[in-house]
C-alpha cells in the first residue's frame, strides 16, 4: 500500500511465542503489524481534519479550539504517510526485489501497486472531475474547485491524472489535481516507479550499523523540520519532491534498523515506553509550535516534529503484539486497524465532501453559515467522510484490486478426467 496499505494480509496481534523457539523479527515474520496499519487511520484523520477546518461557522472554530495545534498542521499527515510508505514498502518488498535487478519482479511490484492504488483513485478523480465541470460550464460565476490555484479541467489534464503523474514536472503541487490532496498520490506513484532500482542500494545498506542507518533517517527529516520552525511553511519551489523522497527513504532506513531486532517481551516493552514518550513529543512540539505564534510565512511551526516520524514509526513496529497498555495496543485494536485500511478512500473522497457542503453553504439560502441546518449538517458531513470510504473500500477498493490481480495470475488448469467408457 505504501501509506495505504498494510504490510500483509495475516495477523500479528495476540500471538504468543511457543516455548523453545526463537524471538520472531519483521525480517522473519511476514505478518502485517498492526499498530502501523491502524497509524494509518490517525494520519488520514489528521489531515482530514486540517481540510475540514476550512468549513465556515462558529460551531466548527469552537469545537477545534482546544485541538488548534493539532488542526493547523495536519498538512504534515501526508508526511508521516510518506515515512509508513517506505517502511511498510521495505517490509513488503525489498527481500522480494533485491539484490539483483529482475525485469518479472519489478514488473510485478509495479502491478501490485497500480492494482492498490488506481482504481479508487480513477473513480473518484473522474466523478470529481465531472462535477467541476458541471460548475465551470453551468455555473460559471462559481470558481469550480475551493483551491486557491485552479485546477484544469480539460481531457489532457484528466489523461495525466489517470496516468498518476500530474505532479511530476510541477514545481508547485497547486492546482495540479481536481482532487487537491491527490497530488500526494502522483508524488508516490513516482517513489514506487523509482523503488526497484533504489532497492539495490538499500538492499546492499542491510548491514550498515544500526546508529548510522537511524540517524540518517532522522537527518534526512531535519531540513523540511527546521523549515516549519523557522518559516511555519514547508512549501518550496518542488518541496513535494523532497517531502516525497526524504519521508519515503527514512521510512526505509527505519525499517533496515529494526528488522532484524528479535522481539522480546524486553524489547517490546522497551519500545512501548519509547513510543509513550516519542507521542508525547509530537504532541509537545505542536503545542510548542503554536504557543510560538505565527512565523512570517505560514502557521505550521509545529511541523518541526517530523523529526520523530522515523523513530516513532520504529518503535511502533518493534511494540507490536506487546500486552502492556501503550500506542501500539491502541493503534492494534480491530476498529483502529479498520480505520487503517480504509484510510485511502478517506484520504481520497473527503475533500469532494467537503466541497459539495461548502457550495452548498455558500449558495444555498437554507444552508446559511451558522443557521441551523449547517450548524446540524457540519459534524453529520465529517462523519459522513468515514462512512463512504467503508463503502468504497468493499464495493470498489478491495474488489477492484482482487480483479485486476487475477488478471496477471496463472490459472491453475483442471485435472483432465478420463471419458466415461
Not at 467537503?354 to 457540519?378: C, K, M, N, Q, Y
Request: glycine share 8%.
Amino acid at each position: 500500500m505504501g501509506p495505504f496499505e498494510s504490510a500483509t494480509e495475516s495477523q500479528v496481534h495476540g500471538r504468543s511465542q511457543v516455548a523453545g523457539e526463537l524471538p520472531t523479527t519483521l525480517a522473519t515474520d511476514p505478518s502485517e503489524v498492526r499498530p502501523l496499519t491502524g497509524l494509518r487511520l490517525f494520519a488520514a484523520a489528521w489531515v482530514v481534519l486540517f481540510h475540514f477546518e476550512f468549513t465556515q461557522g462558529h460551531l466548527l472554530a469552537r469545537v477545534l479550539a482546544p485541538v488548534y495545534p493539532v488542526v493547523t498542521t495536519g498538512a504534515m499527515g501526508v508526511d508521516l504517510f510518506y515515512v509508513l510508505s517506505g517502511f511498510v514498502i521495505a517490509f513488503t518488498y525489498l527481500g522480494k526485489l533485491g539484490p539483483r535487478w529482475r525485469w518479472r519482479v519489478a514488473g510485478k511490484f509495479l502491478w501490485a501497486r497500480v492494482c492498490r492504488i488506481w482504481p479508487v483513485y480513477a473513480l473518484v478523480t473522474t466523478l470529481f472531475g465531472a462535477y467541476l465541470l458541471f460548475k465551470m460550464v453551468r455555473l460559471a460565476d462559481a470558481a469550480p474547485a475551493y483551491q486557491n490555484v485552479q485546477p484544469s479541467v480539460t481531457l489532457s489534464s484528466w489523461v495525466q491524472q489517470l496516468a498518476m503523474v500530474q505532479i511530476w514536472l510541477r514545481p508547485w503541487h497547486d492546482g495540479a489535481s481536481f482532487v487537491g490532496p491527490a497530488w500526494s498520490i502522483s508524488a508516490e506513484w513516482l517513489a514506487y516507479v523509482l523503488f526497484p532500482m533504489a532497492a539495490l542500494v538499500f538492499f546492499r545498506m542491510r548491514g550498515w550499523p544500526r546508529w548510522l542507518l537511524g540517524g540518517l533517517a532522522v537527518l534526512l527529516m531535519v531540513p523540511v523540520s527546521v523549515l516549519c520552525l523557522r518559516t511555519g511553511s514547508p512549501y518550496f519551489p518542488f518541496s513535494w519532491l523532497g517531502r516525497i523522497g526524504a519521508g519515503f527513504i527514512a521510512g526505509v532506513l527505519t525499517y533496515l534498523v529494526v528488522k532484524d531486532i528479535p522481539r522480546t517481551d524486553r524489547v517490546r516493552r522497551a519500545a512501548t515506553v519509547a513510543s509513550w514518550l516519542l507521542v508525547a513529543a509530537v504532541f509537545g512540539g505542536l503545542a510548542l509550535g503554536a504557543w510560538l505564534g505565527p512565523a512570517p510565512e505560514g502557521t505550521e511551526r509545529g511541523g518541526m516534529v517530523l523529526v520523530l516520524f522515523p523513530p516513532l514509526i520504529g518503535a511502533l513496529a518493534l511494540a507490536a503484539g506487546s500486552r502492556s497498555a501503550g500506542p501500539a495496543r491502541l493503534l492494534s485494536t480491530r476498529w483502529a486497524v479498520h480505520g487503517g485500511r480504509i484510510s485511502y478512500s478517506l484520504y481520497l473522497v473527503h475533500v469532494p465532501i467537503f466541497e459539495v457542503f461548502w457550495f452548498a453553504i455558500d449558495r444555498i439560502p437554507a444552508f446559511h453559515v451558522d443557521g441551523p441546518l449547517s450548524t446540524a449538517l457540519t459534524p453529520v458531513t465529517f462523519l459522513t467522510t468515514f462512512a463512504l470510504a467503508h463503502l468504497l473500500f468493499y464495493l470498489v477498493e478491495e474488489p477492484a484490486r482482487q480483479v485486476l490481480r487475477r488478471l496477471t495470475t496463472p490459472r491453475t488448469p483442471s485435472p483432465r478426467h478420463p471419458a466415461p467408457r
